[in-house]
Structure formats: C-alpha cells, structure tokens
C-alpha cells in the first residue's frame, strides 16, 4: 500500500539502525509522546533494534489513558439517564470510570452508540429530537477540529438536543511539565505527528528553546520513528537543540490554520486534570460560553468529586518516563487491559497495555 | 495528604472483576467468552465430551465417530456483500464439523422471527440456505420456527446444528500440538470481518471487499488424503487468527511463533484495517482454516492444498514451539519478535 509499505520496509530500517549505532557515542534518553507512536514502537520491537545507549521511554500522549476518572463517571451517568444518547468513539468505551464503564452502562439499558466521527452524532441528534445526544469528545489538538466542528455546527442549525461531553488536553503544556521537573531524564522529544498536522510546531520551538532540547515532529510507521531517532541522536552528539520536520508529507511548521480558527472560535485554553499525572495549568480545551448550549457539563451540571487512582500505580512515573511498565510490581499480574489499575494500562494505546500486548516479560 | 482522607477518596477500579451482567464481549470469542465458559457453562454441563473444547464434540455412536456441532447466528446486515445469513448459517456449522475431520451430512435449522419481518426477507434466506446446502452436499432434514414480539429480536436469526461422519484413523484436538509442528493457513485474512463492517458503516473502497464464506470440507478433505499427521484443523472465525492459535497454544501447552510476512492480507483489507484502526490478525473469516500439522509432512500438504480452489494461498505460517508456553508470538517483518495477545472484549460485534 502506497504511503505504508515504504514507511515498513525492512531494508530501510536496518540502514537506518545502522546509521543510529554507528553515530552514537554515549547515553541519550528520548521520549516519544504519542500513544499511536508507543503502539508502533512495540509492535515493531524498534526498542530491540537500537543500541542500548539509545533508550526510549514512553510520554503521556494517549488521551484515553489521561482522561479523568470523573469525566468517564460523567459519561457514565449521562449514558443511564433514560432522556440521553451517549454517543462515543469506540475505544471510549472499556475504559473504567471509578464504578463502572460504558459498556456496563450500555449492557444495564443505556442508549451508547459507537461512531467513527463527531458528524455522526449530529446525524443521530437531528433524527431524534426528542432525545438529547451527548457527544463524548475526548483527545488531543488532532480531534479537536472535527469535535469543534461538531458543535459549531449544532450551533449554527440551532440544534437544541446536541451537547459534548469533553476533556481536550494540549501536548505542549504536558512537555513543559515534564522538561520542567527535576527529575526529569528526557533529552529529546518525538513530537506527535498527527498533533503537529493540525496545530504546526511553532509552540516546539518554544519548547527548543526554553529547555535547550532538540525535538523532531515524528511520524508513526517504523521507518518514521527510526528516523525520528536518528535526527534525534544526530542532534544530540552535535550539541544541537533545534525542532526539524521528520513527518514533512504531513506536517508544515504553521499546520492547518483553518482548523485552528475553528478551534479558536469554538475552543479556549483552560487548566486540565490529567489521569495519573494531576492538574497542569492552561493544558486543555473547553467550549467557549458563546456555545454553552452545547456544552454538556453546562446543559447537565455535574456534581464535583475527587476520585484518586489506585494507591498501588506506579503511572506518573512511568508517563514522565521515570519508570518502564515492566518496572511496576502489579504490572501483567493485578494490572491488565481487562483490569486497570490505572492511567496507562486503560487504552490500547496507553504505554502498559503496548508494553502488555506485544511484550509482557515472556519473551 | 492524610491517610484517612485520602482513602475516603480511593476508589479502585478492581471491583470491576465481578461481572454482574452479560456484555456484547461475552459473544465476542476472546477471553470474556473464555471466562463464561469456564465460569457458567463448563461446571454446569461438565462431561469428558464437552471438554475437549473443540469446535465439535466427537461422538462415538455403534463404532462410528459422528462429529456433533451447533452455531446460531446473529449477523447484521443480514446480507451482504459475498454472502447472506443463510449461506454463513450453513457454511458455518458445515466448516464446524469439517474442522474435525468429519464429512457434514445432516443439518438441523432453527429461525428466530422478529415480529413484521418481511415475508420477502425470509424467502431470501430459504433460498440462500437450499442453495448453500446443495453446495456443500448437506441436508437440512429438521428445523423450527419461533416468533417473537417487535423489539424483541432484530428481524431474524438463525441457529444450525449438524452431524457429520469422521474419517476412519483421523483423531484431531487443539490440545494435541507439539513443539516443531507446522502452522498451516488456507488464504488471505480479514474478508469476511472487513466486507462486514464496510457494510455496516457504509464505506466504500476502490474493489468491494467480498466476505470469504465458504464450506471448507473439501479443502479438508484433500488435505486429510496427503496424510492424518495432522493434530487439528480450526477455522479462525470470531477473534480471527490470533484467538485461534492462543487457543491452540493454550490447550495444548506449546508456544507459536507466526512469521508476519507470510500471513497474506489484501490489499484492500489492509487499507480499511489501516483507516479503521484495526489488526487483521484479529478479524473475523468464514472460509479460511488454520492446520497443526506434523513437520515432515507440512509441504505436501501445502502442494495439496494449492491444488484446491480454496487453498490456492496456502502457506505456512508459523512453528509450534517449547519456549512461551501458552503464548502465540510473532516475528515481525523488521525481525524482531512481539507477543499476539488474545483480544479481550468485542472488536466487532454482530460479525456472524
């Protein structure tokens, strides 16, 4: 398949394994920040092909895994209520709130639906008038445009039974956080891909420059990740801290300014919780009071309640790359896919569950 | 914080263990339908016969060995593109009893009706079935009808059950494989799960994707007159090839180790796998199988297989081992080596 095959291609990997070994003279730790980068990396087994100089850890980049535990309640709540259709991606679905999840929800007689795009609520809310949608809007700057865009539309047709339910995180804030840390080990960042196509990456070279850290926008086949990490370690033994472009079929440095003036029109910046890390100022979105109308947390109200993760998860230090998965002593014994105990175990995404489907400590 | 306060706070998500109700997961052939098994349905109906958990049980009957098998089906949409309810009901129990060896003779079919179902839909699917049973050279000898009140089912579904007889000297089971043995695989993966969802979803692609439903005996057949060195025949279905040999690593206590790059996929199925987020080698088939076979005898029975219309793709993919136990792993294109979990929940519901 064209735009895949090349990206997978063995004889291209190893060339570029080769030039990794040949150009690394020390230790260096690099962070990719993506979920989908995570997955690819395990899949692949890129973390065996590497010198062992070279080390990867893994960052918060998967929304599912740092969407609150209150927020999936809320979801759950809303799914119960006889008047709501809960209308979810599908990954949403088996992630556990405090008490229960959406598949329970929908198993205990709650309307949640699957779709693959904030469009088709909409379709479901015109076609039921009588029943208020709630569209449960989740991720990164990547759905951000097409969740904004649901509810810019909603607004437009005047359509009163249509809300989202959200909890958009922002990818640079949460690597200032890290950078910012004492303990923090990284010293180069693959910055997401699909993130950077929507939003460009000129808030990463703040971040370059701030925290002296070379970052290069990576993409999410293996050939674009090892590339990715050769920019990356190429930097690094030269003593460079610039951001460079690995995912250019992609990403330009100002993204996709359309999307972000639909961001910007229906979206602003506010202070987000994130699942296993904590609170991190002007981290995430939240719909403008312009729309209020479609903001679920304003149409419904929810109660606020503290909900901690188990005392047990090790996952802020393995989101701040601290620790590896394997490191934890309920890794793939108490903590698996099908019960998580916390943040990074949830999604398939999530850097437990990669490290638990494609590695565990077996092999 | 304080240790009381914060414990007021702590609300684990482990309670989650005890499931209290049933999830479309339980239907899905992962590991929730694993746990029902084990949980329900093993302690309730314990028997040597039932145990084995083939896909058959096999039954020894005046000094024959009758194969024995039931599926219901409750597929939506009820047509589509490469085949319908009714053919997948018959190919379905038909490739049930192929998988253990046996030649399908008898089929019994069940219809659950759905208040105002149209009449025309029903005929439809008679017709799919007396078509399909002529092809696969089975009789639907007995059968039933219920109907239930509008909102109680979802227009129709179908359950068959068939007999079949097993060939003289073929003893077969999941628990049998041994560490050198060859993994065999039919064809390309992912038809039959991917032209059901592109349905479902209305999407539309460049070739339709067709589903591969299709009765397997014969391919079984020829494979069983090269040799009987074979410990089991599975046809990957629900939860595609990565449920089907967990299954078999698990029963019999071996690893497998696939080799990625001989696992044939379409290109087409691999472009919707890539949209829509989702890894062939856990989609749905309905005319491919998996053979366990002893390893002097792997490539004659792949010669035999590309003799048959429905084995032209066969390749083997896989070697059973000692090392990993219970695991199935894989050794990726790039040549390093990943484990293939057993999906837990429902990729896809409703696929058969």
Same mark, same amino acid.
């Given at each position: 398949?064209?735009?895949?095959?090349?990206?997978r291609?063995p004889?291209?990997?190893?060339?570029?394994?080769?030039?990794?070994?040949?150009?690394?003279?020390?230790?260096?730790?690099?962070?990719?920040?993506?979920?989908?980068?995570?997955?690819?990396?395990?899949?692949?087994?890129?973390?065996?092909?590497?010198?062992?100089a070279?080390?990867?850890?893994?960052?918060?980049?998967?929304?599912?895994?740092?969407?609150?535990?209150?927020?999936?309640?809320?979801?759950?709540?809303?799914?119960?209520r006889?008047?709501?259709?809960?209308?979810?991606?599908?990954?949403?679905?088996?992630?556990?709130?405090?008490?229960s999840d959406l598949?329970?929800?929908?198993?205990?007689?709650?309307?949640?639906?699957?779709?693959?795009?904030?469009?088709?609520?909409?379709?479901?809310?015109?076609?039921?008038?009588?029943?208020?949608?709630?569209?449960?809007?989740?991720?990164?700057?990547?759905?951000?445009?097409?969740?904004?865009?649901?509810?810019?539309?909603?607004?437009?047709?005047?359509?009163?039974?249509?809300?989202?339910?959200t909890?958009?995180v922002?990818?640079?804030?949460?690597?200032r956080?890290?950078?910012?840390?004492?303990?923090?080990?990284?010293?180069?960042?693959?910055?997401?891909?699909?993130?950077?196509?929507?939003?460009g990456?000129?808030?990463?070279?703040?971040?370059?420059?701030?925290?002296?850290?070379?970052?290069?926008?990576?993409?999410?086949?293996?050939?674009?990740?090892?590339?990715?990490?050769?920019?990356?370690?190429?930097?690094?033994?030269?003593?460079?801290?610039?951001?460079?472009?690995?995912?250019?079929?992609?990403v330009?440095?100002?993204?996709?300014?359309?999307?972000?003036?639909?961001?910007?029109?229906?979206?602003?910046?506010?202070?987000?919780?994130?699942?296993?890390i904590?609170t991190?100022?002007?981290?995430?979105?939240?719909?403008?009071?312009?729309?209020?109308?479609?903001?679920?947390?304003?149409?419904?109200?929810?109660?606020?309640?503290?909900?901690?993760?188990?005392a047990?998860?090790?996952?802020?230090?393995?989101?701040?790359?601290?620790?590896?998965?394997?490191?934890?002593?309920?890794?793939?014994?108490?903590?698996?896919?099908?019960?998580?105990?916390?943040?990074p175990?949830?999604?398939?995404?999530?850097?437990?569950?990669?490290y638990?489907?494609?590695?565990?400590?077996?092999? | 914080?304080?240790?009381?306060a914060?414990?007021?706070?702590?609300?684990?998500?482990?309670?989650?263990?005890a499931?209290?109700?049933?999830?479309?997961?339980?239907?899905?052939?992962?590991?929730?339908?694993?746990?029902?098994?084990?949980?329900? !349905?093993? %302690?309730?109906? @314990?028997?040597?016969? /039932? #145990?084995?958990?083939?896909?058959?049980?096999? =039954?020894?009957?005046? $000094?024959?060995?009758?194969?024995?098998?039931?599926?219901?089906?409750?597929?939506?949409?009820? !047509?589509? %593109?490469?085949? @319908?309810?009714?053919? /997948? #009901?018959?190919?379905?129990?038909?490739?049930? =009893?192929?998988?253990? $060896?046996?030649?399908?003779?008898?089929?019994?079919?069940?219809?659950?009706?759905?208040?105002?179902?149209?009449?025309?839909?029903?005929?439809?699917?008679?017709?799919?079935?007396?078509?399909a049973?002529?092809?696969?050279?089975?009789?639907?000898?007995?059968?039933?009808?219920?109907?239930?009140?509008?909102?109680?089912?979802?227009?129709?579904?179908?359950?068959?059950?068939?007999?079949?007889?097993?060939?003289?000297?073929?003893?077969?089971?999941?628990?049998?494989?041994?560490?050198?043995?060859?993994?065999?695989?039919?064809g390309?993966?992912?038809?039959?799960?991917?032209?059901?969802?592109?349905?479902?979803?209305?999407?539309?692609?460049?070739?339709?994707?067709?589903?591969?439903?299709?009765?397997?005996?014969?391919?079984?057949?020829?494979?069983?007159?090269?040799?009987?060195?074979?410990?089991?025949?599975?046809?990957?279905?629900?939860?595609?090839?990565?449920?089907?040999?967990?299954?078999?690593?698990?029963?019999?206590?071996?690893?497998?180790?696939?080799?990625?790059?001989?696992?044939?996929?379409?290109?087409?199925?691999?472009?919707?796998?890539?949209?829509?987020?989702?890894?062939?080698?856990?989609?749905?088939?309905?005319?491919?199988?998996?053979?366990?076979?002893?390893?002097?005898?792997?490539?004659?029975?792949?010669?035999?297989?590309?003799?048959?219309?429905?084995?032209?793709?066969?390749r083997?993919?896989?070697?059973?081992?000692?090392?990993?136990?219970?695991?199935?792993?894989?050794?990726t294109t790039?040549?390093?080596?990943?484990?293939?979990?057993?999906?837990?929940?429902?990729?896809?519901?409703?696929?058969?």
């Amino acid at each position: 398949m064209k735009y895949i095959d090349e990206y997978r291609d063995p004889g291209i990997a190893k060339a570029l394994v080769a030039e990794i070994r040949q150009r690394t003279t020390r230790h260096w730790v690099l962070m990719e920040i993506c979920g989908g980068q995570t997955h690819t990396l395990m899949r692949y087994g890129i973390d065996e092909l590497l010198p062992q100089a070279v080390e990867i850890v893994h960052g918060p980049g998967c929304p599912v895994c740092v969407t609150p535990l209150e927020t999936i309640d809320h979801a759950i709540e809303l799914a119960l209520r006889p008047d709501v259709t809960l209308v979810s991606y599908g990954d949403m679905l088996r992630v556990p709130g405090s008490q229960s999840d959406l598949f329970r929800a929908r198993a205990a007689g709650g309307d949640v639906r699957i779709v693959y795009s904030p469009m088709e609520a909409l379709k479901i809310a015109r076609q039921n008038p009588q029943r208020q949608v709630v569209f449960f809007g989740i991720g990164f700057e990547t759905t951000a445009p097409p969740n904004a865009m649901a509810v810019w539309q909603a607004h437009r047709e005047g359509l009163r039974n249509f809300s989202m339910l959200t909890s958009h995180v922002l990818v640079p804030p949460a690597i200032r956080l890290l950078l910012a840390s004492d303990r923090n080990r990284v010293q180069g960042f693959i910055a997401p891909g699909h993130v950077c196509t929507v939003m460009g990456y000129r808030q990463y070279e703040e971040l370059a420059r701030d925290f002296r850290v070379p970052i290069v926008v990576g993409g999410f086949e293996p050939v674009d990740l090892l590339e990715a990490i050769n920019m990356l370690v190429a930097q690094l033994e030269a003593g460079r801290t610039e951001v460079e472009n690995q995912y250019a079929r992609s990403v330009s440095r100002e993204g996709n300014v359309p999307a972000q003036r639909l961001m910007e029109t229906v979206l602003e910046v506010c202070d987000r919780k994130w699942r296993g890390i904590g609170t991190i100022p002007r981290s995430g979105y939240r719909i403008r009071q312009e729309f209020a109308a479609h903001d679920a947390e304003q149409v419904f109200g929810f109660p606020q309640h503290g909900v901690e993760e188990p005392a047990e998860c090790i996952s802020a230090e393995v989101l701040q790359g601290l620790k590896k998965p394997p490191d934890c002593a309920v890794f793939a014994t108490r903590c698996t896919p099908e019960n998580p105990m916390g943040a990074p175990m949830v999604s398939a995404e999530g850097a437990c569950a990669a490290y638990y489907h494609y590695r565990r400590n077996a092999l | 914080m304080a240790g009381p306060a914060k414990l007021d706070q702590l609300h684990c998500p482990l309670p989650l263990r005890a499931r209290d109700t049933i999830m479309l997961g339980h239907g899905s052939g992962g590991t929730l339908s694993a746990e029902l098994l084990r949980d329900v !349905f093993l %302690p309730a109906f @314990d028997n040597p016969t /039932l #145990a084995r958990l083939d896909d058959q049980a096999i =039954l020894n009957v005046n $000094g024959s060995r009758l194969a024995f098998t039931t599926d219901s089906f409750v597929v939506k949409p009820l !047509f589509f %593109p490469g085949g @319908d309810i009714g053919s /997948l #009901a018959v190919y379905g129990t038909v490739n049930d =009893l192929a998988m253990g $060896g046996a030649q399908p003779l008898y089929l019994s079919i069940a219809f659950i009706l759905e208040e105002g179902l149209k009449m025309e839909v029903l005929q439809r699917v008679a017709r799919s079935v007396r078509a399909a049973a002529a092809a696969a050279g089975v009789q639907v000898v007995t059968g039933d009808t219920k109907v239930v009140e509008k909102g109680s089912g979802d227009e129709l579904f179908v359950n068959t059950s068939g007999i079949g007889l097993v060939r003289e000297g073929v003893r077969l089971s999941a628990d049998q494989a041994r560490p050198g043995d060859r993994v065999l695989l039919s064809g390309s993966i992912g038809d039959h799960g991917i032209a059901i969802l592109a349905q479902r979803e209305g999407l539309e692609f460049e070739s339709a994707i067709e589903s591969d439903s299709a009765p397997l005996h014969t391919l079984v057949a020829a494979m069983l007159d090269v040799t009987h060195d074979f410990r089991c025949f599975r046809d990957p279905t629900r939860g595609g090839v990565s449920s089907t040999c967990n299954e078999i690593a698990a029963q019999s206590k071996v690893g497998i180790l696939l080799e990625e790059e001989t696992i044939p996929v379409r290109e087409e199925v691999k472009g919707a796998c890539e949209m829509l987020g989702l890894d062939p080698l856990y989609v749905a088939n309905e005319g491919k199988l998996i053979a366990i076979v002893d390893p002097r005898r792997a490539d004659e029975v792949i010669e035999a297989m590309h003799r048959h219309p429905l084995g032209s793709e066969a390749r083997i993919i896989g070697t059973v081992t000692e090392s990993h136990p219970g695991l199935v792993a894989m050794r990726t294109t790039l040549g390093t080596t990943r484990i293939v979990d057993m999906l837990a929940g429902d990729q896809l519901p409703r696929i058969c």
